[in-house]
């Protein structure tokens, strides 16, 4: 237990420094964690008997997150594109396989892991980055500026007595930096609600066969408490709509639930318990970042699709 919470600290305070800060951090953390994240995916398969094209598929990683960094979605699918043509090749040809099971599992995980990286770069990026002597689109701006008619009521006016709550390391913090606040706490909300509601209170197994241990009990508190997490964080923290970050944390709390599952799926199919030993007391990267990968791109379009920015 001492391991598990020295390296949550850690891990904590590098996420923070990094969703903080932004820019090349940022993003050079995002490739690197694509990186654990492939080198695990890729063990998983081949303890199954499945070779990953693991080089190559390394190389598509980097290329995929560079391009969500620069943000060019036309280079981003073209990079899928010809890597999807390219493993098959590798694949069928060169390695003189006549299996595409293996090719079909490089292209999966590529857009297993590749992907969510890319959303979650792109969400910390959304508003672009200021040239020198420009000014940042601060959370500020766009909460006002997609205000509904119950967020103009001004909730937070209720505890203006109580000292104000900054997160940020400067006074204003950018919009990109507060949207990936709302999703790791949201995602981190949702894992710790579902364990220890489900523990406390669960009785009716949500899918025995992929995960024993999770509940219908577990899966209702993770969407109360997701909720309530995107209230705190998104409007009375960050000031976003308070409606639209309810709605936000009920799509997270599911999201969240189908990642979690799909993780347990594959490692049930490789028979191992924990994807890796990179996260002393937590298991793996895909332990860990199982729900990020369906959160990250389903808060990315949903941030689009609400006109929240």
């Given at each position: 237990?001492?391991?598990?919470?020295?390296?949550?600290?850690?891990?904590?305070?590098?996420?923070?420094?990094?969703?903080?800060?932004?820019?090349?951090?940022?993003?050079?953390?995002?490739?690197?964690?694509?990186?654990?994240?492939?080198?695990?995916?890729?063990?998983?398969?081949?303890?199954?008997?499945?070779?990953?094209?693991?080089?190559?598929?390394?190389?598509?990683?980097?290329?995929?997150?560079?391009?969500?960094?620069?943000?060019?979605?036309?280079?981003?699918?073209?990079?899928?594109?010809?890597?999807?043509?390219?493993?098959?090749?590798?694949?069928?040809?060169?390695?003189?396989?006549?299996?595409?099971?293996?090719?079909?599992?490089?292209?999966?995980?590529?857009?297993?892991?590749?992907?969510?990286?890319?959303?979650?770069?792109?969400?910390?990026?959304?508003?672009?980055?200021?040239?020198?002597?420009?000014?940042?689109?601060?959370?500020?701006?766009?909460?006002?500026?997609?205000?509904?008619?119950?967020?103009?009521?001004?909730?937070?006016?209720?505890?203006?007595?109580?000292?104000?709550?900054?997160?940020?390391?400067?006074?204003?913090?950018?919009?990109?930096?507060?949207?990936?606040?709302?999703?790791?706490?949201?995602?981190?909300?949702?894992d710790t609600?579902?364990?220890?509601?489900?523990?406390?209170?669960?009785?009716?197994?949500?899918?025995?066969s992929i995960?024993?241990?999770?509940?219908?009990?577990?899966?209702?508190?993770?969407?109360?408490?997701?909720?309530?997490?995107?209230?705190?964080?998104?409007?009375?923290?960050?000031?976003?709509?308070?409606?639209?970050?309810?709605?936000?944390?009920?799509?997270?709390?599911?999201?969240?639930?189908?990642?979690?599952?799909?993780?347990?799926?594959?490692?049930?199919?490789?028979?191992?318990?924990?994807?890796?030993?990179?996260?002393?007391?937590?298991?793996?990267?895909?332990?860990?970042?199982?729900?990020?990968?369906?959160?990250?791109?389903?808060?990315y379009y949903?941030?689009?699709?609400?006109?929240?920015?």
């Amino acid at each position: 237990m001492a391991l598990r919470i020295i390296t949550g600290i850690i891990g904590i305070a590098i996420a923070a420094f990094v969703i903080q800060y932004g820019g090349a951090p940022f993003a050079g953390f995002a490739i690197f964690l694509s990186l654990l994240a492939w080198h695990e995916f890729s063990g998983a398969f081949r303890r199954a008997g499945v070779i990953t094209t693991y080089i190559f598929g390394a190389l598509t990683l980097i290329l995929l997150e560079c391009c969500a960094w620069l943000g060019n979605v036309e280079e981003l699918l073209a990079v899928l594109t010809i890597s999807m043509m390219m493993i098959f090749l590798l694949t069928v040809i060169l390695r003189g396989s006549t299996r595409p099971t293996d090719a079909c599992v490089s292209i999966a995980g590529i857009m297993y892991i590749g992907l969510p990286f890319a959303h979650l770069i792109f969400l910390r990026f959304m508003t672009d980055e200021p040239q020198p002597g420009e000014a940042v689109t601060t959370v500020k701006e766009i909460a006002t500026n997609n205000a509904t008619l119950l967020d103009k009521l001004n909730l937070g006016d209720l505890l203006s007595f109580l000292p104000t709550i900054d997160l940020s390391l400067n006074v204003n913090v950018d919009a990109g930096c507060a949207l990936v606040w709302v999703l790791f706490a949201c995602t981190w909300a949702s894992d710790t609600f579902a364990y220890f509601i489900g523990s406390a209170f669960g009785s009716h197994k949500l899918a025995s066969s992929i995960s024993p241990g999770k509940t219908v009990e577990g899966f209702l508190g993770s969407i109360v408490g997701t909720i309530l997490t995107a209230v705190v964080v998104g409007t009375f923290i960050f000031g976003l709509p308070l409606i639209k970050m309810a709605v936000a944390g009920f799509i997270l709390a599911l999201a969240a639930t189908f990642g979690d599952l799909s993780e347990s799926v594959l490692k049930r199919f490789a028979n191992i318990k924990d994807s890796g030993i990179f996260l002393p007391g937590h298991g793996g990267v895909l332990d860990r970042f199982d729900s990020i990968f369906f959160t990250a791109p389903a808060f990315y379009y949903y941030i689009i699709l609400a006109g929240i920015a």
